[in-house]
């Protein structure tokens, strides 16, 4: 099965070419090497890499300069889960898998929209029937589908985001042509709405007060200032946005960590919001498959472009001919994330995170600083005091004397500066150790 | 773990608002109900729905209209797997499932671009160490990687296609906002590079004859015509690209189909590819993997734009930012793949699917027809006689003359008129049925 024998192989040209590549240390340019293909202009316009990986590099680099700190490292980073997947949810998995091997379990391609019966489980389950399961899409997760809604929407539209937020908002729009050049000194991108989210306003926007965009999105329980709409907020941006005729991709991949009363879980409790709104979601920090990989995309077929044709079937367009359907193992693990006996299972995990973040909130909290999100969300989102300097400061300093990853809240976008995001997806031993650093060296 | 309780929902709304969306059978358009969000161009472009799902659509028209012949249905259309997933790769599966039920074993998020073992063993036992493993990029399957290929180059850039062709190509170009319209007599669109692939030339495209195209796709073996491009062929491709400065995107995804010795599996045997050209791959064939989803993109790190920046680092940045890397259950079927059992495993599929592929030559060729293919591939390419009428025609009169499922070379592209595409990718005994009933029906 091998591409080619070493023998037909040759040798001789990997080692020609790879020496004819190295022309920056001559300081020659032999651009007969280089394509004539222009580079995509957006890419230019991004600056440095993608937030999270970054991270890594960083924490990497210290690593590489400080070996012996190898084992005492501790990530409060990205939010990433820990928990093993419990009984049920996983012999779902590996039933999934299981049934491949046999004739009659054995199944290819399946419809790229996911399978029937777990589309009509998410309507059910998850939205009481509240949105039809021809409306649900089911992916590989938010972040893709994030990816896929700017693809329906196209270079030509305007985006508004929360400032701060999860940075696949932005680098996307860069990435389509939404947005102009990155200003240097305000680090914002023209041509992106930043909505402003502060302890001033609860961290919600206020949309109104804002120039129009085309897409706004939200994101509730928020990534990564912890804070969760409640009805009255979602309410007044469901309509702000009909009026202005905008349309929200609302994030709702911390829904489930919700357990204040009356606290929306969905987009679509909120009445006329299926006028309006699209809701990403995902199965990610629900049932701890980061690594497994499966989310789901709402677009209802209420939701109209201004010439009357769907939003829905565009974004199925997309499904269809850029994707192709998610893992059948991995969905078989979605339908028994949403059996009695999973959903049981989901909720254990969630109070095992929830229980870390109110640890890591009452540490900060404790040592005076003021926190804000840890009680509907995974994320603790601490104000920095003026003495620590800026936010990559913090994140720098918290790494190399207490060996604690964080994420800074400048990584999150303008907004962000002064804020420190702490993860409550570790083991709790990881989080009660990263507690006692934190305070032997913060307070 | 309900995203509401039903006393929450306010299904008084969801009536309401259903009752209010039904404008057009009424002849009123209440534009309030539209967004404000101009519908994204490049979409109104695209004639028709993506080719697959369209004969899913017809099959199940017919079977509406017919629903006695449910039983007798076979698809020889759309390239799916139907062998069970073999002993040793089913392992990988099923234990890399396994493993996430314990706290040494689980994980979450892992690269984005791919484990590193995985990338290691496919730079090794794939391709020999002719590439490095950061060149690959470990994806959810390669038409998912043919979109992001097109997002790293952007809407600006040219480019070309074998006519016919897999139809992600043109399709995921027009998208992307490359082309014009597609002139309806010509059902060709403005702006992209049809390189005519006929029996004439070999079904190998005379790109030096044709205006120059920033980006070049090429399939081989090819789908649909079944072409295994010869290695002087793919020489003179890779030469010519180099010459006119474009980038080759090389489809090798029927690679391990070619037993016929000295043709290339990987366009990386060709001497001087990595200057030039990227090759994106998959186990959907490979393994039977269409359900499970793995595939992967080697982008070279000699390959680079016109201002020297590496094609390389805007991939990484679309698989970081717009990806999340694919199922770790999934990786560890793909690592098993590796293995010498999962080679020998790969190796007596291949043999199944080839024999079918004969039998499916050797009916047409019986019934007097002239057919393409079908040695070194899994697709047998069937020109039809003018009585037959066009593609779509000899489609719909199999269909329902036969109940065979087939794709009209039309569905490829304007080029694939007069043919006929069969799928190896069956039971052996549904291809001899369909044989059955093709030479009763046809002779």
Same mark, same amino acid.
């Given at each position: ?13 990997? *080692? ?17 090497? &280089?394509?004539?293909? !222009? ?17 890594? /590099?960083?924490?990497?680099? &210290?690593?590489?300069?400080?070996? !012996? ?8 980073? %990205? ?33 790229? @929209? ?35 809604? @700017?693809?329906?929407?196209?270079? +030509? ?30 680090? @914002?991108?023209?041509?992106?709405? &930043? ?19 085309? $897409? $706004?999105y939200l994101c509730s329980p928020n990534n990564p200032t912890g804070a969760a709409a409640t009805k009255e907020q979602l309410t007044e941006i469901v309509n702000i946005c ?15 960590? %919700? /357990? ?8 679509? !409790?909120?009445?006329?919001? +299926?006028?309006v709104a699209m809701e990403v979601n995902s199965f990610s920090k629900y049932a701890g498959f980061t690594g497994v990989r499966l989310g789901w995309t709402v677009v209802p ?10 939003? /829905? ?30 959903? +049981? ?7 095992? &995170? ?8 009452? *540490? ?5 600083? *003021? ?29 190399? +004397?207490? @060996?604690?990853?964080? %994420? ?12 420190? /995001? ?9 989080? %009660? ?11």
């Amino acid at each position: 099965m091998k591409f080619s024998p070493l023998s037909v192989v040759s040798l001789g040209f990997v *080692t020609v070419s790879v020496g004819a590549f190295v022309p920056k240390s001559q300081n020659v340019v032999d651009t007969k090497l &280089y394509s004539g293909v !222009e580079r995509n202009e957006n890419f230019a316009k991004l600056s440095g890499g993608y937030l999270f990986p970054e991270i890594g /590099r960083r924490r990497n680099a &210290y690593l590489e300069d400080n070996p !012996e700190m190898a084992d005492k490292i501790i990530s409060l980073g %990205i939010g990433d889960t820990t928990k093993p997947i419990p009984e049920h949810i996983l012999s779902g998995l590996v039933e999934g898998a299981k049934k491949l091997g046999t004739t009659e379990g054995y199944s290819g391609y399946g419809a790229e @929209q996911g399978q029937a019966l777990l589309r009509e489980k998410i309507a059910k389950v998850l939205y009481n029937d509240l949105i039809d399961p021809s409306e649900v899409f089911v992916s590989d997760g938010a972040k893709c589908d994030i990816m896929r809604v @700017q693809q329906v929407f196209g270079s +030509k539209v305007t985006s508004a985001v929360q400032d701060p937020s999860y940075p696949v908002y932005v680098d996307t729009s860069v990435m389509m042509g939404q947005t102009g050049s990155q200003d240097e000194s305000t680090m @914002q991108y023209d041509n992106i709405v &930043y909505m402003p989210c502060t302890p001033e306003n609860g961290f919600f926007p206020d949309y109104a007060s804002l120039p129009r965009a085309d $897409v $706004v999105y939200l994101c509730s329980p928020n990534n990564p200032t912890g804070a969760a709409a409640t009805k009255e907020q979602l309410t007044e941006i469901v309509n702000i946005c009909k009026e202005r005729g905008s349309i929200l991709v609302f994030d709702a991949a911390y829904a489930p960590f %919700i /357990r204040s009363e009356g606290v929306p879980k969905s987009i679509f !409790e909120i009445e006329g919001a +299926k006028d309006v709104a699209m809701e990403v979601n995902s199965f990610s920090k629900y049932a701890g498959f980061t690594g497994v990989r499966l989310g789901w995309t709402v677009v209802p077929s209420n939701l109209k472009f201004k010439d009357g044709s769907l939003v /829905r079937d565009d974004f199925n367009r997309v499904m269809t001919t850029a994707f192709n359907g998610a893992s059948n193992i991995v969905q078989s693990g979605g339908l028994a994330c949403l059996d009695p006996e999973g959903q +049981k299972e989901i909720s254990n995990l969630i109070d095992y &995170y929830l229980e870390n973040a109110k640890i890591l909130r009452e *540490t900060m909290e404790g040592l005076g600083f *003021t926190v804000h999100g840890g009680t509907d969300a995974p994320y603790v989102f601490v104000e920095l005091s003026e003495s620590m300097g800026g936010s990559w400061d913090a994140f720098s300093m918290i790494l190399e +004397k207490c @060996q604690v990853v964080t %994420i800074p809240g400048a990584g999150f976008g303008p907004g962000g500066e002064g804020f420190l /995001r702490l993860s409550a997806f570790a083991p709790r031993d990881s989080v %009660i150790e990263a507690c006692k650093r934190l305070s032997e060296e913060l307070k």
